[in-house]
């Protein structure tokens, strides 16, 4: 089976950057992916991390290491509008992906 | 329009009673899931397909059934309700590609209530 930790719940001040993680026990693995999700709304991809290593997306940035079955997300210059869920994912063999249960951030001014 | 439609997106029942949630996705994606998401607990996967004759089941699929009647629509039933199946559900798809990142494209989400 699957299990992945992530913090419930992160404040970060406006501007700032804040990293959230995420650890993961699985029978299969694949890769890792994260998603956001606004409240009252779906979640939307944000990035996905096959090899161990960075990967950078604009103000978000991802970073993966299979060999301690850890990764982060990295949200720099925090604006308001990233108050959300964040969840992190892994992908299996079957490209099914198995969530977290969910990093809220709270954004504050 | 949305590419991955959920229908309704709000529903009260009560217990005993017969639900179907159904999802159409104008994606052209072959693979096709349903997950439901509660507070605190995340999203976890009931079904998914990755065809119309390919349908397997995820983490918590008792008390649920689905219909994958054509590629774009994959449906969703709780063929009795119970509250505890009180919960947001989402319909996503995904493509199939190799070397693809396993990205998941969801619907607005369906708010069941069984009371």
């Known amino acids: 089976g699957q299990s992945l930790e992530q913090p419930s719940e992160v404040t970060a001040v406006e501007g700032a950057i804040v990293q959230i993680n995420c650890t993961y026990q699985?029978?299969?693995?694949?890769?890792l992916s994260w998603y956001q999700q606004h409240d009252g709304g779906a979640p939307t991809f944000l990035s996905y991390?096959?090899?161990?290593g960075l990967e950078e997306t604009g103000r978000f940035s991802s970073f993966l290491s299979r060999s301690d079955s850890y990764g982060y997300l990295l949200l720099q210059e925090l604006q308001m509008k990233d108050s959300a869920s964040y969840f992190c994912?892994?992908?299996?063999?079957?490209?099914?992906?198995?969530f977290g249960t969910g990093t809220r951030l709270t954004v504050i001014p | 329009d949305a590419d991955v439609t959920q229908t309704p997106r709000n529903r009260i029942t009560k217990t005993g009673k017969r639900i179907m949630l159904e999802c159409s996705q104008t994606?052209?994606?072959?693979?096709m899931y349903w997950y439901r998401q509660d507070p605190g607990l995340g999203l976890r996967l009931i079904y998914y397909?990755?065809?119309?004759?390919?349908?397997n089941k995820g983490e918590i699929s008792d008390g649920y059934s689905v219909s994958r009647q054509a590629q774009a629509k994959f449906s969703l039933s709780l063929e009795s309700a119970i509250p505890n199946q009180t919960a947001l559900y989402f319909c996503?798809?995904?493509?199939?590609?190799?070397?693809?990142?396993?990205?998941?494209?969801f619907g607005e989400g369906s708010r069941l209530t069984v009371l």
């Open positions: 996503a798809t995904s493509d199939a590609g190799q070397g693809n990142t396993g990205e998941l494209f």
């Open positions: 699985t029978s299969g693995f694949y890769g």
């Open positions: 991390n096959a090899l161990d």
């Open positions: 994912a892994v992908r299996d063999g079957a490209n099914n992906l198995f």
């Open positions: 994606k052209g994606h072959d693979r």
């Open positions: 397909s990755f065809d119309v004759k390919d349908i």
